[in-house]
């Protein structure tokens, strides 16, 4: 799955659109979240809110971004739940920045 999401930061004024993963209980995908700098290069750091932080993985939580950086994410959909909602927070100099992140499951053999 090529699908990436993108992030603004440093007066980046375009909307953050949410994320929405379907998975099957126990499935796993990785999808990439683009950050793109609109000012001076800056340190991020990247988080996932509560209930999301142990359905989500990252390589490193702290990231340098110069012009753009693509960050892998790996979702991991819990066996005991219909859905988690929460956000990725891309932490900069100038703020906070959150993307609203669902993932929902999807019984097997449905459709």
Do not use: C, Q, W
């Amino acid at each position: 799955m090529d699908t990436d999401y993108a992030i603004h930061i440093n007066n980046g004024s375009e909307d953050v659109k949410p994320i929405v993963l379907r998975l099957l209980p126990g499935e796993e995908t990785i999808f990439e979240l683009r950050v793109v700098n609109h000012g001076d290069p800056s340190s991020i750091s990247v988080d996932a809110s509560p209930p999301l932080i142990k359905a989500m993985r990252l390589k490193r939580a702290n990231h340098y971004v110069e012009m753009e950086e693509r960050i892998p994410v790996l979702a991991r959909m819990p066996n005991n739940v219909d859905r988690l909602d929460g956000e990725i927070l891309v932490t900069s100099e100038s703020g906070t920045s959150k993307v609203p992140i669902s993932l929902v499951s999807e019984a097997e053999g449905s459709g």
